[in-house]
């Protein structure tokens, strides 16, 4: 299935599949060359953003005010603007499926998860839904460990396009970089026929604290629409459901 029908499918999910719940809303985190001089988290942001505008979704844009410049697809005129220093928020999420990109998974944007969950704690009884794009998320070199079978080839696919480029950048964060949809597809080659271990793998070292919500929660972990798999099963089916998709 073409990804950019996938995401519509998955918009259209906040507003019909779940209609008792108050639509999809969408996170942007830090997404500014002050972090990401090379934007390689940028070929999944503009997608996502036109189908939020057409839907009329809302979309919070997390920005640090000093360095407001650096941000390319900050829009203050039409979406709600929040200062964040690390990626944190405060401003109560009502909706019960969130679209996240823009950050450094495992960092900065790891911080926006946290507070989501610190959110939804108060939630009893809802299907919950974070949807994480991952061509419009990015990761370093930092997250890779020596024993990845994928070890080095991560790291000589990145050094031989970028080591150059990074020379030239004005980068607060100068480590290598890649989209975590780039990441995932070189994972992918290591590992067997249709299977998903390598990924479920390596998605599982930076999950959202789901602890912190209420025990009967039984979460889910999606990988396109081919893939999911429980990884707690709290109530099982016939109790609330928070879903982890990585699209």
Known sequence: MNKQLLIMMTF????TGWA???????????ASTEFDAYIESRTGIPSILKIAKKLKLPVFHLYKKETAETYPFLNCKKNHCLESSAGEFSV??????VIVM?????QCLDITLDSLMNIWSQKQGENLKITLITDGIYVSNLIIRHND?????????ILAQANEVMKTLDDAEPYLKMSLDQ????IEKYE?????Q????????KLPRYLRLSSEYRVVLKIGPEYSEIIKTGLGENGPTLTLEYL
């Open 149 to 157: 079978p994928y070890h080095t080839e991560f790291n000589s696919d």
């Open 12 to 15: 259209l999910m906040g507003l």
């Open 183 to 186: 990441l995932l597809r070189i």
């Open 192 to 196: 067997e026929p249709s299977s998903y």
């Open 20 to 30: 008792k719940e108050p639509k999809s809303v969408v996170i942007l985190t830090h």
């Open 92 to 97: 109560p999420i009502t909706s019960n499926h």
């Open 198 to 205: 390598l990924r479920v793998q390596f998605l599982r070292r």
């Open 102 to 106: 823009g950050g450094h998974w495992g």
